[in-house]
Structures are given as structure tokens and as C-alpha cells.
């Protein structure tokens, strides 16, 4: 029988998106938000040998830690955005959105938590008894988005996967982040 564990966080971020009408949204101008979000992963419950498929812990240390590394308290970009450029001069933090392979793509909180579902996949395929399920991404505390694995592309997924940036990033934190095992009987 499936299972559906889920762990929430927020990080903070800037934006803006590009060519949307002055005269009926503040969102064409820069400004931040604190978004929330929650990660839902799947699991077959008969597979319990310890008590829990994977520690709240871990998914705080693997996905959390990600975002904050890489997200938190930056700007999110589209590629074409001329502020990138300020950002990357100054070595900002700064997160440039991927789907559309390097072409035209606003950081709106569909694609972010496209691209974030994206990350998570990776992040826990290390995990096999996982699966990420979905995620939902707060842009307000009235307004969410939420994404899982369908929600991307064929075209969405080969973009991420050829973009060297983003997949530098998570060979990075993978590479400083190994799967932390949580039963001691397996340590010895």
C-alpha cells in the first residue's frame, strides 16, 4: 500500500517577470517573496523495516538544504533578463531558469516549481524505496502551484538535464550530501 510522507520549508527570493503589463500587476517590476513549499514523496508502506521509510530529517537536509544553498535569498532569472547580468557581475546569488533551454523563460511559481520538482527527482533517486510525489510551491499564502513528475516535458527535462549549471549544482550537493543512513544496526 502507498504512503505519502511530506516535509515543508520556505525560502526567500527576487524576481521579476519580464514583459508583463505595467498597468495590471506590481510583478514587472523587482520584488521578492517568501515562499513556502511542500514536498510530498511516495512510498510502499509494507517496506517499513525501521519504522519509516526516510527521516523528516533527511528530506530537510537534502531538498531544504538545496534551496538554500542555491535559492534562498537570491534572485531567480529569466535568461533574458538584462538584471542577470548585474547579478552575475557582482557574483550574486542567482538562480537562471532553465525549461526553455536557455531561451526566454519567466521565473513565475509554475516554473519554479517546475524546475524545483526537477531538482527533487534527482535529489532522491538516490533514495530507491522514494519517489517524489508532488510539490506545492506558495508564492502568497493564498496562492500556490503544484507540480509532479508530469507536469515537465519531454523538451523540459532534456533542457535540464543538458544545462551544465544546474547540473553542476546537484552533482555539487550531491557530492557533499550522501544518503544519511539513520539505523544504527546498519552501521556496524
Not at 41 to 53: A, D, K, N, T
Not at 124 to 129: C, G, H, L, N, S
Not at 150 to 164: G, R, T, V, Y
Amino acid at each position: 500500500m502507498r504512503q505519502l510522507i511530506t516535509r515543508k520549508g520556505k525560502f526567500d527570493f527576487g524576481h521579476r517577470v519580464l514583459n508583463h503589463r505595467k498597468d495590471l500587476n506590481k510583478c514587472c517590476n523587482a520584488h521578492g517573496h517568501t515562499a513556502l513549499w511542500e514536498l510530498t514523496l511516495s512510498f510502499e508502506s509494507q517496506e517499513l523495516e525501521f519504522g519509516y521509510i526516510v527521516d523528516f530529517g533527511e528530506i530537510k537536509r537534502q531538498f531544504d538544504g538545496f534551496v538554500q544553498e542555491f535559492l534562498d535569498h537570491g534572485w531567480i532569472s529569466n535568461p533574458l533578463d538584462s538584471l542577470l547580468t548585474y547579478f552575475q557581475k557582482e557574483s550574486l546569488k542567482c538562480w537562471v531558469m532553465s525549461l526553455n533551454g536557455g531561451e526566454d523563460c519567466n521565473p513565475s511559481c509554475e516554473n519554479i516549481c517546475k524546475e524545483l520538482i526537477y531538482v527533487s527527482m534527482k535529489l532522491f533517486e538516490r533514495y530507491p524505496k522514494l519517489r517524489v510525489y508532488e510539490l506545492k510551491l506558495y508564492e502568497t499564502a493564498s496562492s500556490f502551484v503544484t507540480s509532479d513528475l508530469q507536469s515537465l516535458s519531454a523538451q523540459e527535462i532534456a533542457n535540464l538535464d543538458s544545462n551544465e549549471i544546474i547540473q553542476g549544482k546537484i552533482r555539487e550537493w550531491i557530492s557533499k550530501n550522501p544518503v544519511m543512513e539513520y539505523d544504527e544496526r546498519k552501521l556496524s
